[in-house]
Each structure stands twice: as C-alpha cells, then as structure tokens.
C-alpha cells in the first residue's frame, strides 16, 4: 500500500483544516488506518485512528471532540478533518495503514510522507 497525505496548510487559531490520505491499491479496505504527528523536536504521536470496517474510531485525549477521523473505501481515502485548531496542534501528520486499530506506530506497516500543518495564533 502506498499512502499520499494531502491538506495541510497555514490556519489561524480556531480555524478548521481537512487532511486527506490517498492509498493505492487493492487492499485498502483490508487495513486499519491511523494519523500520527511530530512536532519539531518531539517525538511522532498518536492522533486518531479508524477500523478497518470504519465502524469504530479512537482519538488522543488532545484532539477528542475536536477532529474527526472517517474513511472511504470506495474512493481508497482516509480524512482527519480538525476543527477549533491550536497552536499546539501544528505538525507533520503522517497517515499510516496497519492490520489493526491501534495508537501504537509500530502497528502500523505503511506510512504516507506528510503534510505539514501550522497554526498561528
């Protein structure tokens, strides 16, 4: 599987962004998909994740009830749209497939190139 992040940006604080991961291939819906950032000088973290079916997602304690994680197997697509945006929230997200929803980047197999997001304050 090969993934290709799109969507960041520059937005201000409070303001809204969708980041998309594009995957090829066939095998998309056989895998759960994740979202990961790192800020300079920290280490990658866990944002959210989706099950394979798209039935079941878990966030970070940092970004509950403010991003939404979704997939669309049909369009091979996995989305973090992220509202009411902080300064600590500016990052590279990473998308990453694995075999099974977790919040742990070494379950994950394939990882896109990220996308930066900044937000100003």
């Known amino acids: 599987v090969q993934l290709q992040a799109s969507g960041g940006g520059l937005v201000q604080a409070g303001g809204s962004l969708r980041l998309s991961c594009a995957a090829s291939?066939?095998?998309?819906?056989?895998?759960?998909m994740a979202w990961f950032r790192q800020a300079p000088g920290k280490e990658r973290e866990f944002v959210a994740a989706v099950s394979v079916s798209g039935g079941r997602q878990y966030y970070a304690d940092s970004v509950r009830d403010r991003f939404t994680i979704s997939r669309d197997s049909a369009k091979n697509t996995v989305y973090l749209q992220m509202n009411s945006l902080k300064p600590e929230d500016a990052a590279v997200y990473y998308c990453?497939?694995?075999?099974?929803?977790?919040?742990?980047?070494?379950?994950?197999?394939?990882w896109g190139q990220g996308t930066q997001v900044t937000v100003s304050s």
């Open positions: 990453a497939a694995g075999p099974v929803v977790a919040s742990t980047a070494q379950n994950y197999n394939y």
């Open positions: 291939g066939r095998t998309f819906s056989s895998y759960a």
